[in-house]
């Protein structure tokens, strides 16, 4: 990010009479001095944003938002994604809020039990690395996630910024990755169970899978972003199954290098705001075991289908349209 950019962030967030607190050095920060319940005026919500281009995720604590208010906040950057199928645990009234619940999860909706079904969903430590529904031709801009229910401890989230892995690269490898695509499918890496598992059958079913650049352009900052994943990326088009395999755990290594990352300790009314063009993360599997709720709601806005260094847009190879959920 140039300096001019800092310096603008810094700017919108003094005119709104806001505090932006980075929290680590690439990536991160608690915004103090606004209540999302109450509202926004113009030169807040521009701050906000201008934070969340700037350090890619935002944290707010003490938050008292409602389903409603939390609706009202996300309309304020975007339009909210309307899933056409939601977990049981989310509000009948609110079609654009995801609830996600412990034990509510998939795993419990394809016959096993939650510990299972993380580790067949996250048997390496790269593999859990994800940005929202990635595997879409049009993945969310952004989303906002409300903690209403944490345990005591345990279940931090963890996100990495991809715009500062990609400028970490070597110029060699920058220049390498610019001109590849990679296939982005739902399920990659799963580990089924023998015999009949539905899950597996539910894949197979429901298959959503985009040719994407390796390397996006941002659209609003015109950073380049390294378009990687651990959750969905399935092959580098061109080249071997060798070749690609080599090149993803360079990539996926590089995106999640500590120094890239910032780690937030939720609390009930914590909210997170991130750039899910511009990040991957990482949900907790250190809270399984516990014998505390954990109960999270979240809201997506719309994105672009985004469009590479050589101006190459991704393609869906099968399940999804831009636009339509």
């Not at 608690?30 to 005026?41: K, M, N, S």
């Amino acid at each position: 990010m140039t300096t001019d950019r800092a310096a603008a962030t810094c700017t919108a967030a003094d005119a709104a009479g806001i505090e932006v607190a980075p929290a680590a050095g690439h990536i991160g920060a608690e915004i103090h001095g606004v209540d999302l319940a109450g509202g926004l005026d113009a030169a807040q919500v521009a701050a906000v944003r201008a934070a969340v281009l700037r350090w890619k995720v935002v944290f707010f604590r003490g938050q008292r938002l409602d389903h409603a208010g939390h609706v009202a906040f996300a309309r304020l950057f975007g339009e909210p994604v309307v899933l056409p199928r939601r977990g049981k645990a989310s509000p009948a009234g609110h079609p654009e809020v995801e609830t996600t619940a412990d034990r509510l999860e998939l795993g419990g909706r394809f016959g096993m039990e939650h510990d299972e079904w993380l580790r067949r969903r996250r048997h390496t430590l790269l593999r859990g690395w994800h940005c929202d529904h990635g595997a879409r031709v049009d993945p969310p801009a952004f989303t906002i996630l409300r903690a209403e229910t944490v345990p005591p401890y345990g279940g931090d989230t963890t996100w990495s910024n991809l715009a500062a892995a990609y400028a970490g690269l070597s110029a060699p490898m920058r220049a390498f990755a610019d001109g590849l695509r990679a296939e982005h499918r739902l399920g990659v890496g799963y580990q089924p169970r023998p015999g009949d598992d539905a899950y597996v059958r539910h894949l197979l079913d429901h298959q959503t899978a985009t040719l994407h650049p390796l390397v996006r352009v941002h659209p609003e900052t015109g950073e380049r972003v390294l378009f990687v994943n651990g959750y969905y990326v399935e092959q580098i088009a061109g080249l071997t199954r060798p070749e690609s395999a080599a090149v993803l755990e360079l990539l996926l290594e590089q995106a999640t290098r500590p120094e890239y990352t910032v780690r937030f300790r939720w609390e009930p009314g914590s909210v997170a705001f991130w750039d899910n063009r511009a990040t991957i993360h990482l949900a907790p599997s250190d809270n399984a075991h516990l014998d505390h709720p954990r109960t999270m709601h979240r809201v997506m806005l719309a994105g672009d289908v985004p469009a590479g260094v050589d101006g190459f847009r991704s393609e869906a190879v099968v399940g999804s349209e831009p636009g339509r959920w």
